[in-house]
């Protein structure tokens, strides 16, 4: 038997990128490719880039060349992006960066294993001229769901019939193959793929494409497959969630999905990212608030509060509206977790616009801040507007409402000392001990806990703890009991 050819994915992004690597790995493996962790122990090493802004184009780019040195080292024959950045540039990026052996784009995910064989044996790919994908799609509902474009996440091929140990089965014409990449109690699970919203700082609808939902059906297989596989707690991911359904015919199709999640055998946990606040509803806010197992999790897009601002980022509301939202969700559910991003430096916006958004911050009690300053994204509209801050202002701003929000991170840590809390354990180690996430805290993105002790404690189980102190952001608290998974 020949050597099977052995390829690494690395993997920069939101976890939305971090699923599609998971759907590619399970692709290459069913045609006879072997996984390695380490890009060195490759053939070769595919980088899945992120393009959202400009540090992480840069951590991209740097990716790919950190690949590119190992051509010369050992085992690398060849570097291949793909992802977001690979997408949004194509060609562009092929010639300014001659290090990558290929570039490609979502529509070669299907043909992904002959790509690299391609570009192994030497061959050229020639990679697609950049173009708008919300141009490429149908708009009736019906037509979407049978529409031909290539999107990550929604496979139009049935899988293979046999296939190797541990990769999801096909369930359906839409749902792709998927290899799990590492071993976390946690894994994401994508609800659709694009956006319609047309923010004026945003690119990724012109990158992504329109939004797409995935069927009930193949999201409730796909969480199925990972119970099996250990994964104790799913992360819904899509670039906007509250808007799940819509082209299904039922807006409110997230309100009847998440009970079902709730109730696979083996989950714990199921999260609900990215929403939008101008989408939320009184039955959605019910649903995350009183549902068994579903966290109390709010990852709302404020990205402002200031009205002007708002306005012209193309988007609504102002802080008292998002204030009074966040009213609602915490007379359901007292401990929400509630977290958001924000924009500083936005072309036009003011002293007092940025003294609204400290009022808002100050007032919301958020348990994780974001904080970026504006800078410029190809393709949008905000790119060609007037009122541009100098770079130096934007970057006091943001230095000004990033000391702000730490501060208050930290302020709401500590009310939360005192609580009772469920944890998902999702680590351990000999020196520094366990650690795991409460409901309010997502991965990657918020605070953690710390416990103070349990020797009995591994990954994956379901702990409840008493907080005890606070480390910043991060809390650290006191195991009681742990969960015993069939008697909730």
Known sequence: MPERRTVALVTLGCARN???????????EADGWQLVEDAEAADVAVVNTC???????KD???????????????????????????????????????????????????????RLRTILGGGIHASHTPRDRRKLLPISPAERQDSTVALP???????????????????????????????????????????????????????????????????LQETRWLAEQGVKEIMLVSENNTSYGKDLGDIRLLETLLPELAEVDGIERVRVSYLQPAEMRPGLIDVLTSTPKVAPYFDLSFQHSAPGVLRAMRRFGDTDRFLGLLEQIRAKAPEAGVRSNFIVGFPGE?????????????????????????S??????????????????????????????????????????????????????????????????????DGQILFTGGADLTPGRMVVAKVVGTEGVDLVAEPLHLIEEAGR
């Not at 393009?51 to 184009?57: D, H, T």
């Not at 003011?350 to 919301?364: C, I, K, N, P, Y």
């Not at 840590?413 to 409901?439: C, I, P, Q």
């Open 60 to 114: 991209s780019v740097d990716a790919l060349l950190e690949a590119n040195d190992l051509k010369s080292q050992g085992r690398t024959q060849a570097v291949v992006a793909v992802g977001c950045m690979a997408e949004r540039y194509g060609k562009e990026l092929a010639e300014a960066l001659p290090e990558a052996d290929g570039v490609l784009g979502f529509d070669d995910y299907a043909d992904i294993s002959d």
């Open 376 to 445: 410029d994204e190809d393709g949008t509209e905000a790119a060609g507007y007037d009122g541009k801050l100098p770079e130096e202002e934007v970057a006091e701003r943001l230095a000004r409402v990033s000391r702000l929000a730490e501060e208050l991170v930290s302020q709401r840590a500590d009310e939360r000392v005192g609580e009772t809390v469920e944890v998902l354990v999702e680590s351990v180690d000999e020196e520094e001990g366990a650690v795991g996430r409460a409901a309010h805290q997502a991965p990657e993105t």
């Open 153 to 219: 996440g929604h496979a139009q091929e049935p899988a293979p019939a046999d296939l190797p140990d541990g990769l999801a089965p096909a369930s359906g014409p839409r749902a792709p193959l998927r290899r799990r990449l590492g071993t976390s109690p946690v894994a994401s699970v994508k609800l659709a793929s694009g956006c319609d919203r047309r923010c004026s700082f945003c690119a990724i609808p012109s990158f992504r494409g329109s939004f797409i939902s995935r069927r009930p059906s193949d999201v």
């Open 350 to 374: 003011s002293e007092a616009d940025v003294a609204e958004l400290e009022r808002f911050l100050t007032g919301a009690r958020l348990d994780a801040i974001g904080v970026f300053g504006y």
């Open 18 to 28: 971090e699923v599609d690597s998971e759907e590619l790995a399970g692709r290459l």
């Open 51 to 57: 393009g959202f802004v400009e540090a992480a184009k």
